[in-house]
């Protein structure tokens, strides 16, 4: 596509339940970031791809939080349990493996009721 | 980990003024990458400007420069002839040259335009 596209756009889900946030890179892209963004921040990784192997994991903030690039072009982040704290805006961003900007998509605003 | 600090939460401009929003940062790396990024209502994070550490020459894109200092570890953003579509919020981020690493985000900055 001409752009990284994240479905759904807005999500609202019950406090225990499971989500699941989607992301489409730009087509080549081998590089894929997950970052969340609360309210009046600004993003914080959670998770990079290269392929389909994360490379960098280290910002998952918990074992809720999981996801997988299965065949290294769409994205899916899991989170199990949701909490209340875990609102917020979940970015997506792809780019090329020796690029040095990333581009990123417009977001899925999860809200945890 | 590097930090990226913006002290600057708002900041407003008259049109067609020229407005500077200010970015510092920490690290220990001697060669890396730092950004601009602009994010609208719609949330979507776009690229404003980019600056090779390397680079001692400013960047510069149509209307937006920065006044990049490696030694005192600060990358401003200065816009010119400010219009309503500026009205943002403006994020200064850090990448280490590193190939994929990740990017660390400021707190932002909201920007308003006043016509």
């Known amino acids: 596509g001409a752009g990284v596209s994240q479905t759904p756009s807005n999500k609202v889900t019950e406090k225990g339940k499971y989500v699941e946030l989607r992301c489409d890179p730009i087509s080549g892209h081998t590089a894929l970031y997950w970052y969340r963004q609360s309210l009046g921040q600004g993003p914080e990784f959670l998770i990079y791809f290269q392929g389909t192997g994360a490379a960098d994991d280290s910002g998952l903030p918990n074992d809720r939080f999981f996801a997988v690039r299965p065949e290294g072009s769409v994205s899916t982040l899991k989170i199990q349990r949701t909490e209340r704290g875990d609102s917020a805006v979940y970015l997506c961003?792809?780019?090329?493996?020796?690029?040095?900007?990333?581009?990123f998509g417009q977001g899925t605003r999860l809200t945890v009721v | 980990a590097q930090t990226v600090t913006q002290s600057q939460p708002e900041m407003s401009v008259q049109e067609a003024e020229t407005v500077t929003l200010s970015c510092t940062y920490d690290?220990?790396?001697?060669?890396?990458?730092l950004f601009w990024y602009k994010q609208p209502p719609s949330r979507q994070m776009i690229l404003v400007i980019r600056q090779e550490a390397y680079k001692q020459q400013n960047a510069t894109e149509n209307r937006f420069s920065v006044n990049f200092q490696k030694a005192a570890k600060s990358f401003s953003l200065k816009i010119s002839d400010s219009q309503l579509g500026d009205a943002a919020m403006y994020f200064c981020?850090?990448?280490?040259?590193?190939?994929?690493?990740?990017?660390?985000f400021g707190t932002g900055t909201s920007l308003t335009v006043i016509p």
């Open positions: 690290t220990s790396e001697s060669d890396y990458y």
């Open positions: 981020a850090y990448r280490s040259e590193e190939i994929g690493n990740q990017f660390y």
């Open positions: 961003a792809s780019s090329l493996r020796y690029a040095t900007e990333a581009f």
